[in-house]
């Protein structure tokens, strides 16, 4: 029997409310959804496939607003509602052209509620490929406990897993990232981590970004089962290390003009040429091409494209109108 689903993600999405300038001086404000793994599911539904996110909300308008968004986007939503608790919300400061700030109001909030109960309702559907983030383990013990959980299950139940790091330092430390993830890391078929988080999924700490310490790493995750670890690295393009050999791919060259949410554009490209079928370099070319459309468009996800849309940017002479 086909999966119902092809790829299922949960986590905690919020109301990310953006300032074109310093919050301190006033001026308006818009609205938008903002969520790593609700960004993923964005991109990989625009791309043609079916896809799930599963998290819980308050009895608020920044929920109802949070779902109707997701549906609109084609995404198919398995929600929670917790009436004692607020949707998270998160304030976006363009602070300078080159430096964008976040201040985080999410402590206790109804997304970091997400339960073991929640996540095993939503697997019962059995996706292709469960896509988790490090930050639901941050959120809170009982979120944690969840992504232990759904690791294991879908490990176990033959479900390719992926993992990104994305590793958000106003929610915890290093090391208590690297206490919890290193452990999850063995469980998952494919680890994405800028190159500075690498060493949070490593057994023991080792900093540093040269090209021998990621090549150490990613031999490590090899090793431990994993078998593609993907590198992001911003304007630097990315890179993959599998058993077979080592692939990169450059950034396409654009303009940028908003970064926030780029890699998880990335990661929603990588994933979605891995469910066409695609070998590690297509998947690597798609996820760079992902990620060229979100720092060249303003938004988290919403100037990601259609699967029609994918070749524009090799197609089009930068600053030119297509007619």
């Known amino acids: 029997m086909s999966a119902a689903v092809d790829l299922l993600t949960f986590g905690e999405s919020m109301v990310s409310l953006r300032s074109a300038g310093p919050l301190s001086a006033g001026g308006s404000l818009d609205m938008h959804v903002a969520g790593a793994e609700s ?12 896809v799930s996110w599963a998290g ?56 970091s509620t997400i339960s073991r109960s929640d996540v ?19 959120l ?30 106003k929610l915890w430390t290093r090391d208590e990232a690297r206490a919890v993830l290193a452990p999850v890391a063995r469980h998952a078929d494919i680890v994405i981590a800028s ?25 490590e995750l090899l090793g431990r089962g994993v078998t593609e670890v993907v590198v992001k690295r911003g304007a ?3 890179g993959v290390h599998t058993v077979s050999g080592r692939f990169e791919s450059a950034a396409v060259p654009v303009t940028s003009i908003d970064t926030v949410g780029a890699g998880d554009a990335f990661t929603a ?21 992902m990620g060229a459309f979100a720092v060249s468009t303003a938004g988290d996800w919403e100037g990601l494209p259609g699967r029609d849309e994918l070749a524009l940017l090799a197609t089009t002479q930068s600053g030119a109108t297509v007619r």
């Not at 990989?44 to 079916?50: F, M, W, Y």
């Not at 949070?66 to 998270?88: A, K, N």
């Open 120 to 138: 095993g309702a939503a697997l019962n559907a059995g996706p292709r490929v469960l896509h988790l983030t490090g930050i639901t383990a941050a």
């Open 236 to 238: 630097d393009g990315a």
């Open 269 to 289: 490209g990588y994933l979605s040429a891995l469910l066409d079928g695609e070998d590690v370099a297509v998947r690597l070319e798609r996820g760079t091409v």
């Open 39 to 50: 960004n993923v599911a964005v991109g990989v539904a625009r791309l043609g496939h079916s």
């Open 140 to 169: 809170s013990a009982d979120a944690r406990e969840a992504l232990e959980y759904a690791v294991e299950r879908a490990a176990a139940e033959g479900v390719l897993v992926s993992l990104d790091v994305n590793y958000r330092s």
């Open 56 to 111: 819980v909300i308050g009895a608020d308008p920044h929920g109802e607003y949070i779902l109707r968004q997701l549906r609109s986007e084609g995404v198919h939503v398995q929600q929670r509602v917790d009436p004692s608790r607020s949707t998270g919300v998160m304030f976006l400061e363009q602070r300078t052209a080159d430096l964008t700030r976040a201040f985080y109001y999410r402590s206790a909030s109804a997304g």
């Open 195 to 219: 190159d500075d988080e690498l060493d949070l999924v490593s057994s023991t700490a080792r900093p540093g970004t040269s090209d021998d310490a990621e090549t150490a790493l990613a031999d």
